[in-house]
């Protein structure tokens, strides 16, 4: 017998010689064998045990190949074979479903129209109020849409409003030597706390027309009140609950730190070297919330610093504005007439600058010539719209801070009538109209409003499909009513002709004048102009034929 691990030799070679590799192999196993027996015999038990696994697997896989009954239930198990053909069925079976509400979609009547002659069969002038119905709503909903696009394009460019910043600054005087601050020079208490000081405050506020509106609603709601006799002791009581007044909510104010993102104070330099300067930053928002920190959100400032003598400050204000503004350069100026503005400003500016020229190529619309302004600003001859956000950026600076300058005075003429210096800062604010406009574009209620427009809409076909179905009888009985004998002899042929049409036997051109019937005439007065009709060849197109499945 062939031992386990023996393979048969090859084609041309003598069985009892092997081949030179193997005579080779035998010999290094015996010089191994004899310089290590235990070794090698460890080795050829484990070579052994890997040969004969080897040719288990390889019977498994043949005997796999062969379609065996064993191999065939051990390898390709039932289970997996039945779940295709359910996902299968299942995939059939939802195709059917969508293809049948398809065809019922195809059914939905979607004519919302009256039929003509409608306004002779029925009594008053329904009909017509039902046409300027129709037409009312064709109006109404193309204002609305249009309405509704200027919101949305309102909303996307963010329109502001310029209004006006009053800034107050005032300054007070501390232990200064005028005051009298009771200091005893024959001692020696000499109280750290007694060295002058002062103290500086910025104080701002938005003017607009909110404290005249309050005032005058004030007023309407007193005036309201004494009217309905709410004040008036000698009123009657009245059964129910009392529902009281609500006071009008009064709309948030903007704080004088929401309109700048940095103050700096530069003093007068300081002959001692001792540092003075101010300096506030606002801190930045924290996650995504909307309020900003309680260090950002103020109507005033104040510091104090040590002095006995006036000094000349100037405090810089940085804005916060957003979109941001740039200070644009003398050649762009001169193009855009406009000495700040926004990245989208400027665009837009240059885009009007360059149609109102005719600078834009006639083939190429992207592309635009430049004249002589063009070419100063921007040194070239031929330009890409898409890129002059590009063409723009080296003409951009940021705004300078805005400047206020001050004189603190410590002296005691001053300070016996003083007087706050002020100042005007326009500043931009979001228009008021934005978060309502903003609550009406994100209203949760106008998707399901449309869905119930589009269920009415559904209501009103079928309405009206009714309404065609009776003016087709009416039709039907008043042709009847007027020549019974032609209008039977009429129908017998056309229901006699759609008869041989369906069984097959009616000829092409028949035997019967095809002028004559009525049910084959073509044009617009024909029957087949009518809803019925084209409700049927609706059905009949929408139906799909089914074919026997092959097995």
């Known amino acids: ?57 390889e019977v498994m896989h043949a005997g796999g190949r062969r379609g065996g009954i064993g191999s065939i239930l051990a390898t390709h198990p039932l289970h997996p074979f039945s779940q295709t053909q359910a996902q299968i069925s299942k995939q059939q079976q939802e195709a059917v479903m969508q293809h049948e509400m398809a065809k019922r979609r195809g059914r939905r009547p979607t004519d ?15 009909a017509q109020q039902y046409r300027d119905l129709r037409d009312f709503e064709r109006r109404l909903d193309a ?50 706390n007694t060295e002058s000081t002062y103290h500086v405050k910025i104080e701002a506020r938005l003017l607009d027309d909110d404290d005249d509106d309050d005032e005058d609603l004030d007023n ?80 005033e400032l104040t510091f104090k610093r040590n002095g006995d003598e006036n000094l000349n400050i100037t405090i810089n204000l940085t804005r916060d504005e957003d979109p941001e503004r740039y200070a644009l350069s003398p050649q762009l100026e001169d193009i855009v007439d406009m000495r700040e503005a926004t990245r ?30 063009l070419r100063g ?29 001050y004189t603190i005075r410590v002296d005691e003429e001053f300070h016996k009538d003083p007087k706050p210096t002020v100042y005007d800062v326009r500043v931009q604010v979001d228009d008021p109209l934005r978060d309502k406009m903003l609550a009406f574009l994100n209203n949760t209620g106008y998707a399901s409003m449309l869905k119930e427009v589009a269920v009415l809409d559904e209501q009103l076909a079928t309405i009206i499909q009714a309404v065609h179905v009776s003016k087709a009888k009416h039709d039907f009985l008043i042709s009847l009513s007027d020549d019974p004998a032609n209008f ?44 019925n009709a084209r ?17």
């Open 344 to 373: 989208q400003e400027i665009v837009m500016g240059l885009w009007e600058y360059i149609k109102m020229m005719g600078l834009q190529e006639d083939e190429e619309k992207r592309h635009f010539r430049c004249d002589e302004l």
């Open 535 to 551: 409700e049927s060849v609706n059905a009949l197109l929408s139906r799909m034929p089914t074919y026997p499945q092959q097995r």
């Open 143 to 192: 204002t609305m849409t249009r309405k509704r696009l200027d919101i949305v394009d309102a909303v996307t460019h963010s329109a502001k409003r310029w209004k006006t910043l009053r800034i107050w600054i005032t300054n007070t005087a501390h232990d200064q030597i005028w005051q009298g601050n009771g200091l005893n020079v024959d001692t020696f208490d000499f109280d750290s």
């Open 1 to 57: 017998m062939m031992q386990p691990g023996y393979r048969p030799y090859p084609q041309g070679q003598p069985m009892g010689v092997p081949p030179p590799q193997h005579q080779q192999h035998h010999q290094q196993q015996q010089h191994q064998h004899r310089q290590h027996p235990r070794q090698h015999q460890h080795q050829h038990q484990h070579q052994l045990q890997q040969q004969q696994q080897q040719q288990q697997e």
């Open 377 to 405: 600003a921007f040194g070239i001859e031929t330009g890409v719209i898409p890129a002059l956000t590009d063409y723009i950026t080296p003409h951009l600076q940021p705004l300078p801070p805005v400047q206020l300058p």
């Open 220 to 299: 309407d709601e007193a005036t309201k009140r004494a009217g309905d006799g709410s004040d008036n002791p000698d009123r009657m009581d009245e059964d129910g609950p009392s529902e009281p007044h609500p006071k009008a909510k009064k709309p948030p104010r903007y704080q004088f730190s929401h309109f700048f993102k940095a103050l700096h104070v530069d003093f007068p330099p300081n002959p001692a070297g001792v540092e003075q300067s101010v300096e506030w930053k606002k801190p930045e928002r924290v996650g995504a919330s909307s309020k900003l920190p309680a260090a950002a959100d103020f109507d």
């Open 488 to 531: 039977v002899r009429t129908w017998l042929s056309s229901q006699k002709r759609d008869l041989e049409v369906i069984l097959g036997e009616a000829m092409r051109g028949g035997g019967e004048d095809a002028t004559g019937d009525e049910w084959r005439k073509g044009g617009k007065d024909s029957v087949w102009a009518t809803i």
């Open 112 to 126: 919302k129209n009256l039929p003509d002659g409608i306004d002779d069969c029925v009594v008053g002038d329904v």
